[in-house]
């Protein structure tokens, strides 16, 4: 979900930027710049917390073997 919000975000300041249509010009290329950034950065987290989630989950998965130990 966070992946997705930044993405759009991104694809919102894209479009600012590039039809910002009639109006306050400064205003939108603000909100652009701003949508660009938090859309990047947003993605970045993502990408880290699914790093550092899978970096935590590690040591609680079983462990595999090559072969079925028997006793006996």
């Known amino acids: 979900m966070l992946g997705l919000g930044g993405l759009l975000s991104?694809?919102?300041?894209?479009i600012m930027?590039?039809?910002?249509?009639?109006?306050?010009?400064a205003?939108?290329?603000l909100i652009?710049?701003?949508a660009l950034v938090s859309g990047v950065m947003q993605i970045v987290y993502a990408f880290e917390l699914r790093r550092v989630l899978g970096e935590l989950?590690?040591?609680?998965?079983?462990?595999?073997?090559?072969k079925p130990v028997t006793h006996g």
């Open 32 to 34: 652009a710049a701003f």
């Open 10 to 14: 991104i694809a919102f300041g894209v």
């Open 27 to 29: 205003l939108l290329a």
């Open 57 to 66: 989950e590690r040591p609680f998965r079983p462990r595999t073997t090559a």
């Open 17 to 25: 930027f590039a039809e910002p249509g009639g109006g306050a010009i």
